[in-house]
């Protein structure tokens, strides 16, 4: 059975082999990235909603691509113009959009739990860019296949996630996701953004475990995912720039605790210098950019299972179930 | 509604004898084979194109390349399909452009496949010529589309179905037509 779904809120409640199709249905969106003639027709006449009370550039910029590459148009709702700011709550300025007749929403909101919120009350399927604290989904995935790509495949890896895990929706995605897979979790940084609430984070049954000292969280690593430090936010464990670059900032000596061939993956945007050294970020395990691609790939898979259908049931089809597009009277033969 | 089989179109044997003849005629008919390939389209396409391509190489060791093309994306009807459409990839070795293509295909039937086919080709890019082999022509064409190379030519009527079975797909290997009935 193909797996289906209405939403994408979150990477928690999916289990292994819905996460794989996801993967893999991304990988026909991959190969298009490399064409010279990037524009499909697949979604034409469909419009993506994208309401970001949130501000982002790269996300949205990302979306707008993907949405654009199979040939959907875009409604876009940016923060700083927004009504929000003249006191309209966040279900009206939902339904005002959702009155104009988008297909799906695309939704990023400083309120954990607010994409899930919006999704109870529209009808059209909603995907999370990024909620509060909770999850970026869209990110676990393009996260993953990235992993999947350069080692071949992502089961039973040695994770290190480093830096704000506490109030980092991308390290919660990619623990949701990898933890699935039998991959073993570090979380790394100074202990107030390393809460051992944390260690319970993940899928039931997954290994994670928390540490405060950089040497010890890159020893054996696979993987190492760089977090952007807010340096807002450095007064919380009360460092000081300097002193988190020389406890944490991930350089090529100390990477070079890691395993042989591990990868480094950040969210971006990085800050060079402070988080993760520039020989690091430009080196060869560096995946940075892998991942800028990848995102577009996953997120024209995302947005092709959601919107890619009529919104009615398909046909029952007659015949072999191993493609029933095939053997269906309605098949394009 | 019921599927009936109504009988046999091609064994294992004569569907081997057909590639091996359908091989011989585009070789024959190609006029050189230096900018000629092979464009399977997924799925039951792809093991035939590599068939005829190894045919080909029993004639004169010609090496043809073979590509492998998925249409999803291109369909016309995938907003009735689409929640049980599964994406594969494509795989074309070799750049379009100025190629002497040959798409190939197990059943030609409304056509529409093989329009989905042409613009996924075209945004990869201006090939030199595209030519359609196929091992079924049941007709019933929707689209002015028609097949340079072909198996077998059945006439068919709308309710019945071509079913194609190769041992690299399906594990058994014959053409059979069958029928709804009810």
């Known amino acids: 059975?193909?797996?289906?779904?209405?939403?994408?809120?979150?990477?928690?409640?999916?289990?292994?082999?819905?996460?794989?199709?996801?993967?893999?249905?991304?990988?026909?969106?991959?190969?298009?990235?490399?064409?010279?003639?990037?524009?499909?027709a697949t979604l034409r006449g469909k419009s993506v909603a994208l309401a970001f009370f949130e501000n982002s550039t790269r996300t949205r910029i990302s979306f707008t691509t993907a949405a654009a590459r199979l040939g959907a148009?875009?409604?876009?709702?940016?923060?700083?113009?927004?009504?929000?700011?003249?006191?309209?709550?966040?279900?009206?300025?939902?339904?005002?959009?959702?009155?104009?007749?988008?297909?799906?929403?695309?939704?990023?909101?400083?309120?954990?739990?607010?994409?899930?919120?919006?999704?109870?009350?529209?009808?059209?399927?909603?995907i999370n860019a990024g909620d509060g604290t909770h999850e970026h989904p869209t990110?676990?995935?393009?996260?993953?296949?990235?992993?999947?790509?350069?080692?071949?495949?992502?089961d039973n890896l040695n994770v290190t996630i480093l830096g704000d895990v506490a109030h980092s929706r991308v390290a919660r995605s990619n623990m949701h996701l990898l933890g699935k897979f039998g991959c073993r979790i570090t979380l790394c940084g100074p202990a107030m953004w390393v809460p051992k609430e944390l260690e319970k984070a993940g899928p039931p049954g997954a290994t994670i475990r928390r540490t405060t000292?950089?040497?010890?969280?890159?020893?054996?690593?696979?993987?190492?995912?760089?977090?952007?430090?807010?340096?807002?936010?450095?007064?919380?464990?009360?460092?000081?720039?300097?002193?988190?670059?020389?406890?944490?900032?991930?350089?090529?000596?100390?990477?070079?605790?890691?395993?042989?061939?591990?990868?480094?993956?950040?969210?971006?945007?990085?800050?060079?210098?402070?988080?993760?050294?520039?020989?690091?970020a430009d080196g060869p395990q560096s995946c940075v950019l892998e991942q800028v691609t990848n995102g577009i790939a996953v997120r024209m898979a995302t947005l092709f299972?959601?919107?890619?259908?009529?919104?009615?049931?398909?046909p029952q089809a007659a015949g072999p179930a191993e493609q029933p597009a095939r053997s269906s009277t309605h098949a394009a033969d | 509604m019921e599927i009936k089989e109504k009988g046999q179109l091609m064994s294992a044997a004569e569907i081997d004898r057909t590639l091996q003849r359908l091989a011989h005629e585009i070789v024959e008919k190609s006029g050189g084979t230096k900018e000629l390939a092979l464009v399977g389209i997924r799925r039951r396409g792809v093991p035939l194109a590599e068939r005829i391509a190894k045919a080909m190489r029993?004639?004169?060791?010609?090496?043809?390349?073979?590509?492998?093309?998925?249409?999803?994306?291109?369909?016309?009807?995938?907003?009735?399909?689409?929640?049980?459409?599964?994406?594969?990839?494509?795989?074309?070795?070799?750049?379009?452009?100025?190629?002497?293509?040959?798409?190939?295909?197990?059943?030609?039937?409304?056509g529409r496949t093989i329009r989905a086919a042409m613009n996924g080709l075209f945004d990869l890019g201006r090939p030199k010529r595209v030519r359609l082999c196929v091992l079924i022509d049941r007709g019933h064409r929707e689209m002015p589309i028609e097949a340079q190379f072909i198996g077998r030519s059945v006439q068919t009527s709308p309710t019945e179905i071509i079913e194609v079975r190769l041992r690299e797909v399906d594990s058994q290997e014959r053409v059979m037509i069958v029928d709804r009935v009810g």
Do not use: W
């Open chain 2, 58 to 110: 029993g004639i004169d060791g010609v090496d043809v390349p073979v590509g492998t093309l998925d249409i999803t994306l291109y369909r016309d009807d995938l907003s009735k399909i689409a929640p049980h459409a599964v994406l594969a990839s494509s795989n074309m070795p070799f750049g379009v452009d100025e190629m002497d293509l040959v798409l190939v295909d197990d059943v030609l039937y409304t």
């Open chain 1, 305 to 314: 299972l959601l919107i890619g259908g009529g919104g009615e049931e398909a």
């Open chain 1, 213 to 280: 000292c950089l040497n010890e969280a890159l020893e054996g690593a696979d993987v190492v995912l760089v977090l952007r430090v807010q340096t807002e936010r450095l007064h919380e464990p009360a460092l000081s720039a300097e002193e988190y670059i020389l406890l944490y900032q991930l350089n090529a000596e100390r990477l070079r605790r890691a395993r042989p061939g591990a990868v480094v993956l950040h969210p971006g945007p990085m800050n060079r210098g402070i988080e993760i050294s520039p020989e690091v």
């Open chain 1, 73 to 126: 148009d875009t409604m876009n709702l940016q923060a700083e113009s927004s009504s929000l700011k003249k006191g309209e709550s966040l279900l009206d300025t939902v339904h005002t959009l959702d009155a104009m007749k988008p297909d799906c929403l695309v939704m990023r909101h400083a309120a954990s739990g607010a994409p899930d919120f919006v999704a109870r009350h529209l009808s059209i399927p909603v």
């Open chain 1, 139 to 154: 990110q676990g995935l393009l996260d993953a296949l990235t992993i999947r790509d350069r080692r071949g495949s992502i």
């Open chain 1, 1 to 40: 059975m193909t797996p289906r779904f209405r939403d994408l809120l979150a990477l928690e409640p999916l289990g292994a082999d819905e996460l794989t199709f996801l993967l893999d249905q991304s990988k026909p969106f991959q190969e298009i990235q490399k064409h010279p003639l990037k524009k499909l």
